[in-house]
Antibody, heavy 121, light 110 residues
């Protein structure tokens, strides 16, 4: 069974930093691209970032480029999102999402339950 | 305004067939696969239709997807109360070098 378990969400002050983690199980981590998608409560889905199977390709939404960094660690079966210079508009539920294949342009097939981030003073 | 355009709402009565549209452009739907996701209240999204028209294992054949040019449609036949949810379309966009989602369609079963 595919499982994606996010952690690290918290209350952070504007300008602060936080790292989200996602531990996976039930599939071969190295064989799939991975993604982060966020959702403001009551609003729609917003893609945040994607990373290819071998970390060679990374992509970011314009709203987070230069502030967020995606990474993965195959030894720990983990996906990360380092978030710096946080803004109130980053407040959302952050989902860890498994890609269907190696490349980042292939869709998402499994979602975690999300970890909440609140950016507020 | 979302890059992929969906109607904000749709509705039908039990047993009816409803369709939800998703309109994009040559940089997304016109070139890359289109995906549909279902989000039930309080739940994480779930893959409903993959690669334009493929149903993952476990998705009832009441759900079907199609793409024509730069537009896509999700059809739900034999509508059931448990189909009440938000439905999102998504595709890779090579002009933006990233994923784009529709704003979501809230399906109500009357």
């Amino acid at each position: 069974e595919v499982r994606l378990v996010e952690s690290g969400g918290n209350l952070v002050q504007p300008g602060g930093s936080l790292r989200l983690s996602c531990v996976i199980s039930g599939f071969t981590f190295d064989a799939y691209a991975m993604h982060w998608v966020r959702q403001v409560p009551g609003k729609g889905l917003e893609w945040v970032s994607s990373i290819g199977w071998d970390s060679d390709f990374k992509a970011y939404a314009d709203s987070v480029r230069g502030r967020f960094t995606i990474s993965r660690d195959s030894a720990r079966n983990s996906l990360y999102l380092q978030m710096d210079s946080l803004r109130p508009e980053d407040t959302a539920l952050y989902y860890c999402v498994k890609g269907e294949g190696l490349g980042t342009s292939i869709g998402f097939d499994h979602w975690g339950q999300g970890t909440p981030l609140t950016v507020s003073s | 305004q979302s890059v992929l355009i969906q109607p904000p709402s749709a509705s039908g009565t039990p047993g009816q067939r409803v369709t939800i549209s998703c309109t994009g452009s040559s940089s997304n739907i016109g070139t890359f696969f289109l995906y549909w996701y279902q989000q039930l209240p309080g739940m994480a999204p779930k893959l409903l239709i993959s690669k334009n028209n493929q149903r993952p294992s476990g998705v009832p054949d009441r759900f079907s997807g199609s793409v024509s040019g730069t537009s896509a449609s999700l059809a739900i036949s034999g509508l059931r109360s448990e189909d009440e949810a938000y439905y999102y379309c998504a595709a890779w966009d090579n002009s933006l070098s990233g994923w784009v989602f529709g704003a979501g369609t809230n399906l109500t079963v009357l």
